[in-house]
Nanobody
Framework: QVQLVESGGGLVQAGGSLTLSCAASGRTFRTYVMGWFRQAPGKEREFVAAVSWSGDSTYYSDSVKGRFTISRGNVKNTVYLRMNSLKPEDTAVYYC?????????????????WGQGTQVTVSS
């Protein structure tokens, strides 16, 4: 069983930055694909970014490419999402997700484990 706990959300002005963290329990965390998704009020959950189990490959949605960076620190069982140049449309609850099958990329259905989410609010 894997438990994921997100942190680092908050209120920031447009153009600012935040770094989200996702702490994972479980000895096999380092073999999982890890992803970040977000869900704004009244909208479906959408893919933000993913990182391969090795950390060598990263994937981003077009809406965040060039502004967000996903990375993993396997020693500390943590995955990060660095968010720069934030926009009001980035406002959402951000979720961390894990895929033990190591095949997931952008589909929420591909991930087996989810955190509770952390709120990010970007003011204009």
């Amino acid at each position: 069983q894997v438990q994921l706990v997100e942190s680092g959300g908050g209120l920031v002005q447009a153009g600012g930055s935040l770094t989200l963290s996702c702490a994972a329990s479980g000895r096999t965390f380092r073999t999982y694909v890890m992803g970040w998704f977000r869900q704004a009020p009244g909208k479906e959950r959408e893919f933000v970014a993913a990182v391969s189990w090795s950390g060598d490959s990263t994937y981003y949605s077009d809406s965040v490419k060039g502004r967000f960076t996903i990375s993993r620190g396997n020693v500390k069982n943590t995955v990060y999402l660095r968010m720069n140049s934030l926009k009001p449309e980035d406002t959402a609850v951000y979720y961390c997700a894990a895929d033990p099958k190591r095949s997931a990329v952008g589909g929420a259905y591909e991930y087996d484990y989810w955190g509770q989410g952390t709120q990010v609010t970007v003011s204009s």
